[in-house]
């Protein structure tokens, strides 16, 4: 039996695929794995037992990685099962950059009514302040052709926008699914200089936050509309509210509201909406569980932030070793003189400072495994 824990309300349609062999809920104690949304867990304290830790979504800044790399504990999460839903909110917010939507709607509500019939002639004599571009023809910038990415670079090009991208780590299967029209740039700044529109998905690490400051910002052209539905930090806001003031930015549109920008004159501020559909919830949960299921049965590592990649198929006759270890020369070599068993099948991988290594071996036990993790570097010795 698996206890899992849910620090966050997970919805039923993926913690129903966990099976009979799975005990999991919000009380759930001695976890073997964790799921969680949104839930802060840098505080938190790991028993040794736990596993797997699974973020419901993309970006894991609630979670201690590190932490969690040096206990062997693998954290996934769940890249693309929310991207239409950030790319339909991103197209929203590309519209309410340019046509004045949230204002006319404003002035309606707070100046119109009451008006009775002069409602009418008001709104034909007022409505030319609230007058704004069309997209077709403008060009987007969007940094970061990852899941959603894409998604946005393409249909921005469905609706006649030319479009402009950089991800210095676009892989071929990506770029293959980018439309054909849309033109790849050397790096960010040439991005953002060349734009009308721009637009970032990159998740917040120390390389990326302030992407955007006040230096890129004089470089971008006159008039830029910013969207950040990606990471609070990736746009600065006290650069981007002076640039909004002097007329270099006509209109910042983000997901991540903070008390600087709340209420500030062309600043459009949502709630954190871009995964809030049953449907993304509903994808999210399904992956996380099926990660967690496969790990934690298999010892096999799907959308790992801190662990590699790797899968091995299971052969159901023999024991399966699942070591984490540091990535050291002569480390594995160690490993492998500890087993007494004969090695059926083997898999190993590494990410950093840290590696995975499957073993199937016929005619071993658990005495091996702590031969195993008697060896200085490994981390962790799972026997499945």
Not at 85 to 92: H, M, R
Not at 172 to 177: E, M, T
Not at 238 to 259: H, I, P, R
Not at 264 to 273: A, D, G, K, R, S
Request: hydrophobic content about 40%.
């Amino acid at each position: 039996m698996y206890n899992v824990l849910t620090l966050n309300k997970i919805a039923p349609i993926g913690t129903d695929r966990l099976g009979s062999n799975y005990s999991y809920g919000n009380e759930v104690e001695n976890p073997d794995a964790i799921l969680v949304r949104s839930a802060a867990m840098h505080d938190m304290e790991f028993a040794d037992n736990l596993l797997a830790i699974a973020r419901a979504g993309a970006g894991t800044n609630n979670i201690p990685k590190d932490k969690c790399t040096e206990k062997g504990i693998v954290v996934f999460n769940t890249p693309g099962a929310n991207a239409n839903a950030v790319k339909e909110l991103v197209l929203a917010g590309l519209l309410l950059s340019s046509r004045k939507i949230v204002e006319g709607i404003e002035w309606e509500k707070t100046t119109l009514k009451g008006n009775g019939d002069a409602v009418g002639k008001m709104v034909e004599k007022g409505k030319s302040q609230f007058v704004g571009p069309e997209l077709r023809g403008k060009t987007l910038g969007v940094i970061g052709l990852g899941a959603i990415g894409i998604l946005v670079a393409n249909a921005a090009a469905a609706l006649g926008m030319q479009v402009i991208g950089y991800d210095p780590f676009m892989s071929v299967p990506n770029a293959l699914r980018l439309d054909p029209s849309i033109k790849l740039m050397k790096n960010n700044e040439e991005v953002m200089t060349n734009c009308d529109y721009l637009t970032i998905h990159v998740p917040l690490t120390p390389d990326t936050k302030d992407l955007v400051d006040a230096d890129m910002m004089a470089k971008m052209k006159d008039g830029v509309r910013i969207l950040n539905f990606s990471r609070d930090g990736l746009v600065n806001s006290t650069a981007v509210l002076e640039a909004l003031k002097s007329g270099k930015v006509a209109k910042y549109v983000t997901d991540f509201g903070t008390d600087d920008i709340l209420g500030e004159e062309n600043v459009i501020c949502l709630p954190h909406l871009g995964a809030s559909t049953p449907e993304s919830e509903e994808n999210c949960a399904v992956m996380a569980c099926d990660q967690v299921k496969e790990y934690l049965e298999n010892g096999n590592i799907v959308n790992s932030v801190n662990y590699p990649a790797i899968s091995l198929p299971r052969n159901t006759n023999d024991t399966r070793f699942c070591v984490m270890h540091k990535n050291v020369p002569e480390l594995l070599k160690k490993v492998l003189s500890e087993l007494n068993g004969n090695i059926e099948n083997m898999l190993s991988k590494s990410r950093g400072e840290y590696a995975y290594t499957i073993l199937d071996v016929a005619g071993a036990d658990k005495a091996d495994a702590e031969k195993i993790a008697a060896v200085d570097g490994v981390v962790r010795v799972r026997v499945i």
